[in-house]
Each structure stands twice: as C-alpha cells, then as structure tokens.
C-alpha cells in the first residue's frame, strides 16, 4: 500500500463576477467569460489546478479593477492523495 505524503488540492472551479467597472478595463482581463449588463458586468467560470493559483488572481485581479469591484465564489474542490513515486511504482509492479 503507498504511503500517504500528503493531500493537495487539485481541479478548482469558480466562478468570478466583477461589478463596476468600465468595458475598456473588461477588454483588459486575461480571461474569457461573459458580458451582463444589470447587477454584474461580467461572469466567467475559473479553472485552477491549485488553490495558490487562484490566490495569486484574485491578487492580480485586485490590481488591474480594484478590490471592491469583483467576488470569486469556489464552487467544486476535487483532492487526490499524492504519494511517493517510488511506492506508486512497486504497487503498479505487483499488480
């Protein structure tokens, strides 16, 4: 049986909407989503493979449109076990 080194977090949905600002900063954004004139200006679901990669665009967002301006609401967090390469590879021998 492999030992167990620790879990991370892998395959992170959510989804962000931004409120307030102006199309030309919209056009700016490194994402791709949809435009919604009413309450929010724009929606767009996020795919990360790692919970430090949102945080660090959430921090670029905050940057670009400011802090007030945007939420980001995690909706789906898978976890795998990682083991050790050397464990992993005698059980698949044994199999």
């Known amino acids: 049986m492999p030992r167990i ?14 409120w307030g600002v ?4 919209l056009k700016k954004l490194p994402i791709e989503g949809h435009w ?6 724009f929606i767009s679901i996020l795919d990360f493979d790692k919970s430090g990669e949102l945080e660090e665009f ?12 945007f939420k980001v609401y995690s909706v789906k967090y898978g976890a795998k076990n990682k ?7 005698m059980v698949s021998q044994l199999k």
């Open 58 to 69: 959430k921090e670029k967002l905050r940057h670009l449109i400011g802090d007030e301006k």
């Open 83 to 89: 083991t050790d390469p050397m464990m992993s590879q």
């Open 22 to 25: 102006k199309d030309d900063i």
């Open 36 to 41: 919604v004139y009413g309450e929010y200006d």
């Open 5 to 18: 080194t620790k879990k991370e977090v892998i395959d992170l949905k959510a989804v962000l909407v931004i």
